[in-house]
């Protein structure tokens, strides 16, 4: 018996199990690039979360603080 379709079956079923997870180091971006859009959402993470907190806070109604889910 050989092993060696049994190793490639378990490639593709390990390949199938991460889907699209993982890095693509493959994406066409430089360095520098990559940072100023990794950066750039970071900012827009952080301004919508600040946001969220805003409006949590000015929010008042029944008792919303600390009911926020995250």
Not at 28 to 34: A, F, K, M, N
Not at 46 to 57: E, F, L, N, R, T
Request: zero cysteines.
């Amino acid at each position: 018996m050989t092993r060696g379709s049994q190793r490639e079956r378990d490639r593709e079923r390990a390949a199938a199990r991460a889907g699209g997870k993982g890095k693509n180091a493959d994406d066409g971006l430089t360095p520098e690039q990559r940072r100023e859009r990794d950066g750039k959402a970071l900012q827009e993470k952080a301004a919508k979360k600040a946001a969220q907190a805003a409006a949590a806070s000015s929010g008042g109604g029944a008792g919303g603080k600390g009911t926020a889910k995250k």
